[in-house]
């Protein structure tokens, strides 16, 4: 990599967030990808109920059997949000009993196709588990709720025995809490009864473990941090008994305790370690003090039982490991800098993508794809999305830190049996990936996921752009099972009609606002694109690694229906009636933004496609990717002025909080991380259309070196400044 022409650290830590009063938003996140802790402004997990979702007196209730419910218009109140404070993991997750059993087939519904009747687990509407759910749909609600991912304990700023539990917000004064984005650690300040307290908190970057620090004369009078087991927050649906929940405590030495966890059959081991003492708590609860006025407690999660002899990190092991990593990262691959821009929306936009790495990191960087609210707390029950893995990860390939998005390959491969036998459930060949999963890999029962097909790509997709991004023969070899399995279902999903292939229903595309035509839908324009591309790519794979090139692969690919054009020469959403609905994901944009330039699509239509989308697109039911769709649309047209403008364009949907967050639906989903991958993916399509020449508009500079979008032109060095 050439000399770097940005001060990166200089370019971080002047958006370090900073938080100087308390507010149901106001957290910040620690963590390594596979876990993290998400503290208040005391630096620590103290204040939980002032951060808990509240329901939205404006939400439109609906099943969503029939369609979505419309969404009210409504502008952006930060304090219509609230982000709870959790521990969570990629690896804990309990089950519900119920009133009764369960089976899966209770959710299956059989629809005809040219094929013959193939079963789909759609028993499923939009129902949280705290709302109203018809006996015919229960089934189908607990295979979606089952399993949770597991909120696994507090860590809390705890005031002497005999004084009550819960401290009062109102007692702090002059509260600040910096998140120093450089070294992936938290310090709060200010001052309870006139004494001052720090509390600095920070996540190991290879161990599952969470190390704090408290400074104050208040330890003198017995404060201390307490590690507490909380309650499993998630609703209960009514058809599910009440949670058994145990803890054991051993305690090892003075300054050192063991505790097992269960949750259901779930069990987890939690070691608490100390510079001070600690003691118990009640039953849930044990707390670190010290007579001194520093204390230090590292916490160690693990989900199976370890010995005594093992030895957690120390306090300062934990801070420096985390130092060498967060600067190791920022220090490597793609660094992008708006400094010098007369635009006044420049700064706002480079907070948002510094912020965006950081948070991605934490929270979409694990050995499991990650949920759309990552390891900050659960939607949907904490299990992931695969038509958002792409979001979640791509960038990291695209930045140059492609090594992130390879922690989750296991897991694919993991999944081929599941996947396999979800394909082969319905009459296919290869596999046939999930839309909602969990480590299982099982599909959730739900009447949109289980018509999606545009997450069958992604592997592909995800893999090819490691390929781009410099990965040799031995990982092509490793991975090519992923690629060969995705592309026998793909070519088997298609049905031939007058010598072209189509994708045909039941199928729901990208554009989630076609749920109620679901029987009749068929040829999305965006998944038509992706089908053709992707079994390219496949051949591809196979051509370097010296194998013959597949002729049924290549033929589908050479012969994908042609996307359906309307009247004014734009592109339709679909080919069926009705063929555009301007709500939800302007998804007919990504067969050329999200894709590269292709045979499928003409640039011209695709250009006056972006203009109406651009001028007459309800943004108000849009979601928080959907900005760079279009941004990226336009930096593949060269119009960088729109790239700019779609991703800075003032919508509820596209606020961005004083954390880096992107709230979207009050009351459930108060962060988005799919727009931060997003804004990130689209800013490397900047990138690479100023290097292939496209004039960027008046008012911006962008500074830039690293390594190139791959999946945009070929890998290449680059550093630059215009």
């Given at each position: 990599m050439p000399a770097s022409t940005v001060d990166r650290r200089r370019l971080v830590r002047r958006h370090n967030p900073v938080l100087t009063a308390a507010h149901p938003t106001g957290v910040l996140t620690v963590g390594n990808g596979d876990v993290a802790l998400t503290v208040d402004i005391t630096g620590l997990q103290t204040f939980p109920a002032f951060h808990e979702l509240e329901p939205d007196p404006h939400r439109v209730v609906g099943t969503g059997i029939d369609g979505l419910p419309e969404q009210r218009v409504r502008v952006f109140d930060i304090d219509d949000f609230q982000i709870p404070l959790r521990t969570q993991s990629s690896w804990a997750w309990y089950r519900t009993r119920t009133t009764r059993e369960f089976d899966r087939d209770e959710t299956v519904t059989r629809y005809d196709t040219a094929r013959g009747p193939v079963p789909y687990y759609d028993r499923m509407g939009l129902q949280r588990a705290g709302d109203e759910i018809a006996e015919e749909f229960a089934a189908g609600a607990w295979f979606h709720y089952n399993p949770r991912r597991a909120h696994l304990g507090r860590l809390v700023l705890t005031p002497p025995a005999g004084v009550p539990q819960l401290i009062d917000i109102a007692a702090m004064t002059d509260p600040r809490a910096e998140l120093d984005l450089w070294s992936g650690r938290v310090r709060a300040e200010y001052s309870i009864g006139g004494e001052a307290v720090t509390v600095t908190t920070v996540a190991h970057p290879e161990q599952d473990a969470f190390a704090a620090k408290l400074e104050s004369p208040l330890l003198l009078s017995g404060w201390g941090i307490a590690w507490t087991f909380d309650t499993q927050p998630d609703d209960l649906a009514p058809f599910e008994l009440p949670l058994a929940e145990s803890t054991t405590w051993t305690r090892l030495d003075p300054a050192r305790w063991a505790a097992r966890r269960r949750v259901e059959t779930m069990s987890y081991g939690v070691e608490i370690s100390t510079s001070g003492e600690l003691g118990r708590q009640g039953e849930h609860s044990v707390v670190a003090t010290a007579a001194a006025e520093s204390l230090e407690v590292v916490v160690s999660l693990h989900a199976e039982d370890r010995g005594a002899e093992h030895l957690p990190p120390s306090y300062g092991q934990v801070v420096r490991a985390a130092e060498a990593w967060w600067e190791d990262h920022w220090s490597n691959g793609i660094a992008v800098s708006f400094a010098g821009s007369d635009d006044e929306r420049a700064g706002e936009l480079e907070r948002r993508v510094v912020l965006s790495q950081y948070l991605t990191a934490v929270n979409s960087a694990g050995s499991t794809p990650p949920a759309e609210t990552g390891l900050t707390y659960n939607t949907w029950t904490g299990k992931f999305h695969l038509e958002m893995h792409w979001w979640h990860a791509a960038h990291f390939a695209l930045w140059g830190r492609g090594h992130l998005i390879e922690r989750s390959l296991d897991w694919y491969h993991g999944a081929l049996d599941a996947a396999r036998a979800t394909a082969s459930w319905q009459g296919y060949r290869g596999v046939r990936w999930p839309k909602q999963t969990d480590p299982s890999a099982a599909e959730s029962p739900s009447n949109i996921g289980v018509f999606l097909v545009w997450?069958?790509?992604?592997?592909?997709?995800?893999?090819?752009?490691?390929?781009?991004?410099?990965?040799?023969?031995?990982?092509?070899?490793?991975?090519?099972?992923?690629?060969?399995?995705?592309?026998?279902?793909?070519?088997?999903?298609?049905?031939?009609?007058?010598?072209?292939?189509?994708?045909?229903?039941?199928?729901?595309?990208?554009?989630?606002?076609?749920?109620?035509?679901?029987?009749?839908?068929?040829?999305?324009?965006?998944?038509?694109?992706?089908?053709?591309?992707?079994?390219?790519?496949?051949?591809?794979?196979?051509?370097?690694?010296?194998?013959?090139?597949?002729?049924?692969?290549?033929?589908?690919?050479?012969?994908?229906?042609?996307?359906?054009?309307?009247?004014?020469?734009?592109?339709?959403?679909?080919?069926?009636?009705?063929?555009?609905?301007?709500?939800?994901?302007?998804?007919?944009?990504?067969?050329?933004?999200?894709?590269?330039?292709?045979?499928?699509?003409?640039?011209?239509?695709?250009?006056?496609?972006?203009?109406?989308?651009?001028?007459?697109?309800?943004?108000?039911?849009?979601?928080?990717?959907?900005?760079?769709?279009?941004?990226?649309?336009a930096a593949r047209l060269g119009d960088l002025s729109l790239a700019f403008d779609a991703l800075l364009l003032p919508s509820p949907k596209n606020e961005f909080l004083p954390n880096g967050h992107n709230p979207q639906i009050p009351g459930f989903l108060s962060l988005y991380l799919p727009a931060n991958g997003g804004l990130l993916a689209a800013i490397a399509h900047i990138v690479t259309a100023i290097e292939d020449g496209a004039a960027l508009p008046d008012g911006w500079r962008v500074t830039y070196d690293g390594a190139s979008a791959p999946s945009v032109s070929e890998h290449r060095a680059a550093s630059a400044a215009v």
């Open positions: 997450q069958q790509p992604h592997i592909i997709h995800l893999l090819e752009l490691l390929r781009q991004e410099g990965r040799g023969m031995e990982f092509l070899r490793a991975h090519y099972p992923l690629v060969q399995e995705t592309a026998e279902f793909m070519v088997d999903f298609v049905e031939e009609q007058d010598g072209a292939f189509v994708l045909p229903p039941p199928i729901i595309p990208a554009q989630e606002s076609y749920l109620a035509d679901r029987r009749t839908n068929a040829n999305p324009t965006f998944e038509l694109a992706y089908w053709s591309w992707a079994l390219d790519v496949a051949n591809e794979w196979r051509s370097l690694l010296g194998l013959e090139v597949r002729e049924e692969w290549e033929r589908v690919a050479r012969n994908m229906a042609k996307p359906a054009v309307l009247d004014d020469g734009t592109y339709a959403a679909l080919s069926t009636p009705p063929h555009l609905i301007r709500k939800d994901h302007p998804s007919m944009l990504m067969a050329l933004g999200w894709l590269p330039p292709n045979d499928a699509v003409d640039p011209d239509a695709m250009r006056a496609t972006l203009d109406a989308v651009w001028a007459r697109w309800d943004l108000q039911s849009s979601w928080g990717w959907d900005y760079p769709v279009m941004a990226m649309t």
